[in-house]
């Protein structure tokens, strides 16, 4: 009898790259300085109207893109945080939570540096609609952990290039009024 295959995108997908740095560097790079090593403009929803990335390292923390107007979109929720060895969150950028990917990064000595390694899973769980960007997330996060270790990358420009072009034809503001992932603003918000 044939083994099956998961069908729809529902595979976890699997990203890695080696850096010269120790698992403590790595591990505070990615998390702490998170802001400064995602290629936000690439990799957003405002493309050029992002100010700022954040990631809250801490249990129940937020990832989210701030913008100009101080509009924010949430992309996901730290799950676990155990340095200098693994980080994990959930990510659904701008759909609905429910259509979230769950993703591992680890950080593994590799002779005097470190292996980082991405598993991002939860596919099967998700919407059809949203198990179409499984592909999309495949070279996505080739190109995040290439701005990680500070690569050019082919992929970082052909998604630049994707970007300028949704700015260009005057997408982005469809784009932004469609994701379902805007957080209220602080005067929305109720007090804690």
Not at 90 to 99: G, K
Not at 172 to 187: A, G, I, K, Q, Y
Request: hydrophobic share 35%; aromatic share 12%; proline share 5%.
């Amino acid at each position: 009898m044939m083994s099956r295959r998961p069908t729809g995108g529902a595979e976890p997908i699997r990203r890695s790259v080696s850096v010269s740095w120790t698992p403590e560097a790595a591990y505070q790079r990615f998390t702490a300085d998170f802001s400064r090593w995602w290629p936000s403009y690439a990799l957003s929803i405002g493309g050029r109207r992002v100010t700022n990335i954040v990631f809250e390292p801490r249990i129940g923390g937020r990832i989210y893109e701030e913008h100009k107007d101080g509009t924010r979109f949430l992309w996901g929720t730290v799950t676990a945080l155990e340095p200098p060895r693994r980080v994990a969150f959930t990510f659904h950028s701008s759909r609905a939570e429910s259509d979230a990917q769950t993703v591992e990064v680890t950080f593994l000595a590799e002779g005097t540096g470190t292996r980082v390694e991405l598993v991002s899973t939860g596919w099967e769980k998700m919407s059809p609609e949203a198990r179409r960007a499984h592909g999309g997330y495949k070279l996505s996060w080739k190109a995040a952990l290439d701005g990680f270790a500070n690569r050019s990358s082919g992929l970082l420009f052909f998604f630049s290039a994707m970007s300028a072009g949704i700015d260009l034809v005057r997408g982005r503001d469809s784009f932004v009024r469609n994701s379902l992932s805007r957080m209220p603003t602080e005067r929305e918000e109720p007090v804690r």
